[in-house]
């Protein structure tokens, strides 16, 4: 009975051993926050949002400053016809030597018209930093989603670990009970063996379970940041999902942020053919310019030109590049739209997908619990009935086997449970530190777009840097 009391103290397989345990909800959060993978997209949203300012650098005016500098050396011959009264005869006068011409200006331009070029360009720029802020999301889903996963991997591979040096324990006293039953002469030198063997088996199970546990807490710390110590019970969370497949699927289709993604993947390919149609329209252009200029010739000591000037460009024929253009770009506006086609069939089958591995691990834990109940009712009997002559050595420790391997079982199944409605939810799309209420202060794109948009000067990026 002592035997089966120590294993059945086992039955709460994810308890927590702290007062300080860790739970999920801060392992995901710390997560959100310090997960250097997630950093590293926000990064590249960040990056995103400089190109609609980039775009929008087409509406401003340009404005250049030159200066030159030189030497030069010029020989001027000037005629002057016979003038009567004044000038009896024509005569020339030679005039040479260095100079050291200098300039220096200012140029503006202005483009007015460019065939909309400027306002679609900006209009896909801000397309794809949208497609990017949902790329994020979908970064944020599966980092989360790895979050929770490797979060239930520790806390069964733990509790895996303490199942089996319990077995070992449990192991090593039957073989001390056989030994000394062999020596009244109640057993054989066979169920000592038989005993001997399974300590033997139970210690390598022992073992491997140490290796996966230090390569799970090794997953933990690459994705949480830091140490996994005593993990709290984890809790499913189906009541954020759809409570019906078909709503699932429906939610999964509008809210995943890969099809959102893709559907602004095809905006900004549309706008990218208008881009290329605005090469087929006249460029009109307001330049100014400002030039002084210092000994530009031998005779001319100073000279200043302002000149202010409207310049139109009609594009004729330039090779049929812009008109390949258009039709490429025509050609990913329809690649871009069976994508979008591609991408809602996939999370269609990922939905139903993980909404089928909710359901069976459900039921693994219903049945691993019944296995478990069984299975310690069956050790009981079996020790009992060996007692008494009715069973073997070999009888009880396969008993002790089975139930082990249930508690094992229950183990996997919870991890399951858990991990599977955390899949659901990121299959539909809500898998986001909004949802899960998370302690953390939430990343807002918004925040670094409207600091940069409208940025007309400056290299420093709003950290500081």
Do not use: C
């Amino acid at each position: 009975m002592r035997i089966i009391a120590a294993i059945a103290g086992l039955a709460v397989v994810f308890a927590a051993h702290s007062g300080h345990a860790e739970t999920m909800q801060s392992a995901l959060a710390k997560a959100y926050e310090n997960n250097p993978q997630l950093n590293a997209q926000r990064a590249i949203v960040r990056q995103t949002d400089e190109s609609v300012a980039q775009a929008l650098s087409g509406y401003r005016p340009q404005i250049s400053a030159n200066a030159s500098v030189g030497r030069q050396h010029s020989e001027t011959t000037e005629l002057f016809p016979a003038i009567p009264g004044i000038l009896p005869h024509s005569a020339s006068i030679e005039i040479q030597g260095p100079t050291t011409p200098r300039s220096v200006g200012v140029t503006g331009t202005q483009t007015l018209f460019n065939g909309f070029q400027t306002g679609n360009r900006t209009r896909a720029a801000e397309g794809q930093v949208s497609s990017a802020r949902e790329t994020l999301r979908v970064m944020e889903q599966s980092v989360l989603l790895a979050a929770a996963t490797v979060y239930m991997d520790v806390a069964r591979d733990a509790a895996n670990l303490e199942v089996q040096q319990n077995n070992v324990r449990v192991l090593q006293q039957t073989l001390k009970d056989t030994r000394n039953r062999f020596n009244f002469g109640e057993v054989t030198q066979t169920d000592v063996a038989q005993a001997e063997a399974q300590v033997a088996s139970g210690e390598a199970s022992m073992h491997s379970a140490e290796a996966t546990l230090m390569g799970t807490r090794a997953n933990y710390r690459r994705i949480i940041g830091i140490e996994p110590n005593s993990l709290a019970p984890a809790s499913p969370v189906d009541n954020l999902s759809p409570p019906v497949l078909d709503r699932a699927v429906a939610v999964g289709q509008v809210e995943n942020p890969s099809v959102t993604a893709a559907m602004f993947g095809v905006d900004v390919a549309t706008l990218q053919v208008r881009i290329a149609e605005g090469a087929l329209y006249p460029t009109v252009t307001l330049q100014g310019n400002v030039q002084q200029q210092y000994d530009a010739n031998i005779t001319t000591p100073k000279l200043l030109t302002e000149t202010a000037s409207i310049n139109l460009s009609v594009p004729i024929y330039q090779g049929g590049a812009e008109y390949s253009a258009i039709r490429q770009n025509k050609e990913n506006v329809g690649q871009q739209r069976l994508n979008v086609d591609q991408v809602r069939d996939q999370v269609r089958a990922n939905v139903i997908q993980a909404w089928g591995q909710l359901d069976a691990a459900k039921a693994q834990v219903e049945a691993a619990r019944r296995q478990g109940a069984a299975s310690e009712i069956a050790l009981t009997g079996v020790r009992n009935e060996a007692g008494v002559g009715q069973r073997t050595t070999l009888d009880v420790l396969n008993a002790q086997q089975a139930l082990v391997n249930a508690r094992v079982n229950l183990l996997v199944a919870q991890h399951d449970r858990v991990v599977a409605s955390y899949g659901l939810l990121s299959a539909v799309g809500r898998l986001s530190a909004q949802v899960l209420k998370l302690p953390v202060s939430v990343y807002d794109p918004m925040v670094h777009y409207q600091q940069v948009r409208d940025a007309w000067f400056g290299v420093r990026i709003p950290d500081g840097r």
